[in-house]
Nanobody
Framework: VQLQASGGGMVETGGSLRLSCDQR????????MGWFRQAPGKEREFVAG????????NYGDSVKGRFTISRDNAKGTVYLQMNSLKPEDTAVYSC????????????????????WGQGTLVTVSS
């Protein structure tokens, strides 16, 4: 199983970026997906999650109203649209998939996810 996040880069405060997470080896529609981020010297933080059906979504408090998670099950890709970016959003962003056979749900803890991809760096300048 491979997950690969892309789309990171450097952007000014107030700007936007769209992250993508592509996968290989999963029957993608069976997996609940999540985005996490980790800034230097900080713990991994839940950013957003989306259930396998796309029915349920959940966001970290710090990104609510600014970020949107979505998925295209036909393409096997999950997206994170990030708007109104702030310097405190600077981090490495990683996507994750939970174990198959779980219920249609959004998990907020890293321990709930089984597969992780390499992250993509997002830098927001002030």
């Amino acid at each position: 199983v491979q997950l690969q996040a892309s789309g990171g880069g450097m952007v000014e405060t107030g700007g936007s970026l769209r992250l993508s997470c592509d996968q290989r080896g999963l029957t993608f529609s069976l997996f609940n997906m999540g985005w996490f981020r980790q800034a230097p010297g900080k713990e991994r933080e839940f950013v957003a999650g989306l259930s396998r059906s796309g029915t349920y979504s959940n966001y970290g408090d710090s990104v609510k109203g600014r970020f949107t998670i979505s998925r295209d099950n036909a393409k096997g890709t999950v997206y994170l649209q990030m708007n109104s970016l702030k310097p405190e959003d600077t981090a490495v962003y990683s996507c994750a998939a939970d174990g198959a056979q779980s219920r249609d749900f959004v998990w907020r803890t890293p321990q709930s996810y089984k597969y992780w991809g390499q992250g993509t760096l997002v830098t927001v300048s002030s």
